[in-house]
């Protein structure tokens, strides 16, 4: 791979200042130094994601790329500065995702090193494209940030869509902090607030390069727009009521089941049992309209078993519905030829009154990729030696005695714009989960943070439950209103928060997060035009 070059750069290809002297002593450094320090400053801007929230690391690690890609002497060079910065992110940002493989260490430990390292070095490529298209020599500062912030939104975009899509921990995401921060979502999604985001990177970059002019106006734009964010958000919130939906309470249960336990069924009944006794002996039963159950917490197929239906519907309230991740065959009968990963609403009189299958299935946990290559090599994580089916969907579910919702089923809910149906607009989102794959580590948090965005930019509520945590209500500004945390068992009572009206993102989808990369393209090339027009 490229590396940039250790002889000296003509100084118009570098900055002046604090950030020249960085950038010198950068060069000087040995290639595996620069190569550790790149991966570092990426490993550093992943702290500023759930639940570290060290946001300041970000716009650090983020500047340190900006400053050593800028005395990069060939693209190739810049791609290779993106990329182990990219390394040292994704590690950082995905390490987590070793604890589903140690579940059951005999079978899957293996497989840790290959995928995690495997999966990083992918990921990195994206944050690398977007260094190296946004690369020019010699062409002002400004430019480059431009550049960077449009090439860099939609290398998340692509990152998000290509090989199924991996949308995880977008700039967007260090937001998750502040509630005012997130709204301005609802105008553009993730990617729009991933493009601001990489933007005000850009323009801290600016500053501290020896040209006092420079620095002041990109530290006056800094501040106008952090501000025009913030405030924004802020008389957003102030301007919500956000009324519960007609009195509706649903009750959210948290079994906190061990996966190893879940993935053998050794103890299903002993399972099954506990997500009963939560439901129906925890107080005001008799006020739910509908209890619902994480992802997989029935795991057996339903649609296949009168007795097991009788024996969940318990849960049911009187007047009510139970909602719960289980599995469903198909045919009905006999050894299911296909089967899915779904969710059942079940009525007191235990009928299944409404389905919906997953439709966004997770890669080596629902299905092998490639399985006619790697099918003989590997094995999924999950019980069973085909791959699941993959559902219609996203699709609205209508219950009786319940407004309509979309429901979402794990990682689903990590695709912006990609959480309910257009044409047929639901009140609420639902996501059941089981984070318990993940264990006491920073997915959870994450998969929470990212939840929260979906239901900024649809305006809609999401309820979530998931099976170790985090469960909880969030209203349609993304303001969590119940939850229970992380490792913890439990069952909360929530009022399901009104719908808004249709967001600008909601109604639009990609339309302003593209104009916004489509200007910055068209003013960062100009730039780049009139540069090389004074050096003709």
């Not at 940030?145 to 967007?172: C, D, K, M, S, Y």
């Not at 249960?253 to 129906?280: C, E, F, P, Y």
């Not at 299905?367 to 094995?379: A, E, H, N, Q």
Request: charge should be positive; aromatic fraction near 10%.
């Amino acid at each position: 791979m490229a590396e940039i070059a250790l002889r000296d750069i003509p100084q118009r290809a570098g900055a002046s200042g604090f950030a020249g002297r960085c950038q010198a002593w950068f060069r000087q450094r040995g290639r595996w130094a620069r190569r550790l320090i790149l991966m570092t400053c990426g490993a550093l801007a992943a702290l500023a994601f759930p639940p570290v929230h060290a946001l300041p690391l970000f716009a650090i690690g983020l500047v340190a790329l900006i400053w050593a890609a800028e005395i990069a002497e060939s693209r190739r060079a810049a791609f290779a500065a993106g990329w182990w910065w990219g390394f040292g992110h994704c590690l950082a940002g995905f390490f987590w995702i070793a604890n589903s493989f140690l579940i059951d260490p005999v079978r899957f430990g293996w497989m840790v090193p290959p995928v995690i390292a495997g999966l990083a070095a992918y990921m990195a490529v994206y944050p690398a494209l977007a260094v190296a298209a946004a690369w020019q020599r010699g062409t002002s500062a400004l430019a480059r940030v431009l550049l960077l912030a449009a090439t860099w939104t939609i290398a998340e975009w692509l990152r998000g869509h290509l090989f199924t899509g991996f949308p995880w921990n977008l700039a967007a995401y260090v937001w998750s902090l502040d509630v005012s921060m997130m709204q301005s979502a609802a105008l553009w999604g993730a990617w729009g607030l991933s493009f601001v985001t990489i933007l005000l990177c850009g323009l801290l970059s600016l500053i501290g390069r020896g040209d006092r002019g420079t620095g002041l106006r990109a530290a006056g734009a800094f501040v106008v727009m952090l501000g025009a964010l913030y405030g924004y958000g802020t008389l957003r919130l102030a301007a919500s009521a956000a009324p519960d939906a007609g009195g509706v309470t649903l009750r959210l249960v948290q079994g906190n089941i061990d996966q190893w336990a879940k993935l053998t069924g050794a103890h299903r009944d002993r399972d099954i049992a506990q997500h009963l006794r939560l439901s129906v002996l925890t107080p005001g039963i008799e006020k739910v309209r509908a209890v619902i159950w994480p992802e997989t917490a029935a795991t057996i197929f339903l649609d296949r078993s009168a007795e097991w239906r009788s024996y969940v519907a318990a849960a049911a309230p009187p007047d009510g519905l139970l909602i719960t991740g289980t599995l469903r065959g198909d045919p009905p009968q006999g050894e299911p030829e296909r089967y899915w990963n779904s969710l059942a609403v079940i009525d007191p009189e235990a009928r299944i009154v409404a389905t919906a299958d997953k439709f966004h299935l997770v890669p080596l946990g629902e299905y092998i990729p490639m399985r006619d290559i790697l099918g003989p090599f590997i094995t999924k994580l999950t019980a069973g030696a085909g791959d699941f089916s993959a559902g219609p969907g996203p699709v609205t579910v209508r219950a009786p005695g319940l407004p309509s919702f979309s429901p979402l089923i794990c990682y689903e809910v990590i695709f912006p714009g990609a959480v309910s149906d257009p044409e047929d607009r639901p009140d609420w989102l639902l996501n059941v989960t089981n984070d318990g794959w993940f264990g006491q580590s920073p997915g959870p948090y994450q998969h929470f943070a990212t939840a929260r965005f979906r239901a900024v930019e649809e305006g809609l509520p999401l309820a979530r439950a998931a099976n170790t945590g985090i469960s909880g209500m969030v209203d349609s500004f993304g303001r969590v209103t119940a939850a229970l945390p992380l490792g913890t068992e439990g069952a909360v009572d929530v009022l399901l928060p009104a719908p808004l009206a249709p967001t600008l993102f909601a109604r639009t989808g990609l339309l302003v997060p593209s104009a916004l990369v489509l200007v910055a393209l068209v003013a960062g090339v100009g730039f780049v035009m009139r540069g090389n027009r004074r050096r003709v």
